[in-house]
């Protein structure tokens, strides 16, 4: 099957790129990397009585320190940010996820803005935004707004982007000194997406932040007190019944649960062994 015709649009700065948005609104679809837009193109999943491509604005294909943050260009491809020298330094949890995401080819097209602006709830990157409390950049005619992961992505596949917004960046706070992380998945294959996937940060000597994907609309996010000797599964497993899961043709509710109740506990122990 193939796409609907629809006009196919090149801006050359973000100015021009808003502008034509604002013109057809959520008649228009956003071309970055494309790794999952075209598919849906093509299924007639989604149509679009256009599409603007924004992979080759240059003020959106740079990744820069700004003060306590990483900003990410919408334009910027996975494999990019994977290959940037101060990656592990300042955003390890990112170093330790993105070689999960996809497979080394669509990683040269796939853009990690456009990871977040699917907003599928078992991709890696959304979860790593989560976690550690980033930020989304929007520009639009009426001007810029910023959003916390959290206000962003509202359920599957749902984010609260306008129909004339443009996902121009991502924010990620840089992690401090000996910071440290710990991720794990199950998918069937490396590279599909995650049927579960967990990622744990050491946050003081008392406690753990944990970041679980693939079981409810969104990325979970909680704050577990390590007070003993099995404080990690206990708080897994009152976890695993809170989110409970859901069902589809990946897997069901049930080994969901069970899934996270086995690797939970290992990716915790793994973060805190780090932070030893």
């Known amino acids: 099957m193939k796409p609907r015709k629809f006009a196919y649009i090149r801006p050359d700065t973000v100015d021009e790129a808003v502008a034509v948005l604002g013109e057809y609104g959520d008649d228009a679809r956003i071309l970055a990397g494309g790794q ?23 003020e959106l294909d740079t990744i820069r320190v700004a003060g306590d943050k990483v900003e990410i260009g919408a334009a910027v491809v996975q494999n990019r940010l994977l290959a940037w020298p ?9 170093g330790a996820l993105l070689p999960f ?20 709830p078992s991709s890696e990157i959304p979860l790593s935004l989560a976690m550690l409390g980033g930020e989304v950049v929007l520009r639009s005619l009426r001007g810029t707004r910023v959003l916390a992961a959290s206000d962003f992505q509202r359920g599957v596949l749902t984010t609260a982007r306008e129909p004339d917004e443009l996902v121009a960046a991502v924010r990620f706070p840089v ?15 490396h590279g599909d997406f995650a049927i579960i996937a967990v990622a744990a940060m050491v946050e003081d000597a008392g406690a753990v932040r944990l970041g679980v994907g693939g079981m409810t609309g969104a990325p979970a996010i909680r704050r577990i007190e390590m007070n003993g000797g099995t404080a990690a599964r206990d708080a897994i497993e009152t976890l695993a019944w809170d989110l409970e899961g859901f069902e589809d043709i990946h897997a069901s509710a049930r080994l969901r649960r069970d899934i996270l109740r086995r690797i939970g506990p290992v990716v915790i122990e793994e973060a805190c062994r780090c932070a030893a």
């Open 175 to 189: 992690a401090p000194s000996r910071h440290r992380v710990a991720f794990r998945e199950v998918a069937r294959r």
């Open 101 to 120: 995401v996809g497979h080394f080819q669509t990683r040269n097209r796939g853009t990690v803005c456009g990871s977040i602006a699917h907003a599928d």
């Open 36 to 58: 999952s837009l075209m598919a849906m193109l093509n299924l007639r999943l989604v149509e679009a009585a256009a599409l603007i491509d924004i992979a080759r604005i240059p």
């Open 86 to 94: 101060d990656l592990k330094s300042r955003l390890p949890l990112l």
